[in-house]
């Protein structure tokens, strides 16, 4: 059955779908977000938490008396049908802003951005405009509204500061079976970080819980046995050993946030210039240099700034399509600020 049309008026309007056998099994609140294009998951849940939808067993159109009103948590059969009363779309999602995007992939479901450091991927306090889904809802006609009207789209995140490839979703079929393969581990994610120190092992896993800090807002931390704690497992091997720093490259397993950042200071290892984790967001190409080996003079110190935000970028993503079958392989090259900063660190195997 087609998907429901948007509203014209501000009226409410009655609409019944089908439950196919592939949507067996499905929430009731996701079955109608996959039908109701320009509506977010969570919008349409408090419509159902409200008695807005009512399921029969009829395989054709039955009475609304006859329907039995149903909880978001609802698990539909095939065969059954699903009445809801659809209210008007809402209006707060971001204003489309003429801001270029770096495409690496896109087909009729999904698209690939190779995100620049600075660029918030969402609206938020502080930052209203700028943003990545200002910039996507003025290119792309139809993004996916999972994950409400302010982040159409938005499958993951990446931090503002973090950059390289994100994934966005078109519709709401792809979103929800990508967001499940996130959720299932399916995906591989690779990143690549300069870290602070020279780290010793070739390659280690890192497994503790993440949660909330106890005193920062904006932080994130290790704590066990804490009520806003999810396990966290990253697993990394080293790339390059420079004086004072060490390139890595980042495999984590789950998706908490700040995750790479609070494992790597949790090993003694934080990523170079952040400003949360490592105390200092800038670094000069003099600093770079300044840790040389014994022996060797020091250069008068070079104040040019190399590095602003955090060495951290989103290599690549790898996963098997979930509409078309295709296994991808999704890269974005390194940042040029990453790329020069780490010039400047070869530059002491040279002397």
């Known amino acids: 059955m087609s998907d429901a049309d948007l509203p014209e008026s501000p009226a409410t309007k009655l609409v019944r779908f089908e439950v196919l056998p592939e949507h067996e099994g499905m929430r009731v609140d996701a079955f109608l977000t996959v039908h109701c294009n320009g509506y977010s998951r969570m ?3 408090g419509v159902v938490q409200e008695g807005g939808a009512r399921v029969t067993g009829e395989k054709k159109y039955g009475d609304a008396m006859d329907a039995e009103v149903v909880r978001p948590s609802f698990r539909v059969r095939a065969g059954q049908i699903v009445e809801f009363d659809l209210p008007p779309i809402p209006d707060q999602g971001p204003q489309p ?20 450091a600075g660029m918030v991927v969402h609206p938020a306090k502080g930052h209203w405009s700028g ?5 996507l809802a003025f290119r792309f006609k139809e993004l996916s509204d999972v994950g409400g009207v302010t982040r159409p789209g938005i ?7 973090t950059s390289g490839v994100i994934c966005i979703a078109k519709s709401n079929a792809l979103h929800l079976k990508l967001a499940g393969l996130f959720e299932s581990r399916d995906i591989q994610k690779e990143y690549i970080a300069i870290a602070l120190g020279s780290v010793n092992m070739d390659r280690d896993r890192v497994y503790a819980p993440i949660g909330q800090h106890p005193y920062q807002r904006d932080k994130m931390a290790i704590r066990a046995d804490h009520e806003t704690s999810k396990e966290a497992e990253t ?4 790339e390059e050993r420079f004086t004072g720093y060490t390139l890595v490259r980042v495999f984590p397993k789950t998706g908490r946030t700040h995750q790479i950042r609070v ?3 949790h090993i003694g290892h934080p990523v170079l210039c952040d400003r949360l984790y490592a105390g200092h967001a800038r670094v000069t190409r003099g600093q770079l240099l300044r840790k040389q080996a014994k022996g060797l003079p020091l250069l008068e110190e070079d104040a040019t700034i190399v590095l602003e935000r955090q060495a951290l970028h989103a290599a690549r993503i790898a996963f098997k399509h979930p509409l078309t079958g295709e296994n991808l392989d999704l890269r974005a090259p390194l940042a040029t600020d990453i790329a020069n900063t780490l010039e400047v660190l ?3 195997k040279q002397t």
Do not use: G
């Open 97 to 116: 802003e003429d801001i270029a995007l770096d495409v690496i992939y896109e087909d009729e479901h999904l698209i690939a951005i190779n995100k620049p």
């Open 235 to 238: 697993f990394f091997e080293v």
């Open 346 to 348: 070869r530059l002491q």
């Open 131 to 135: 943003t990545l889904t200002s910039a």
């Open 43 to 45: 919008f349409l849940r």
């Open 155 to 161: 499958v993951h995140r990446l931090d503002r500061d």
């Open 263 to 265: 494992h790597l200071a």
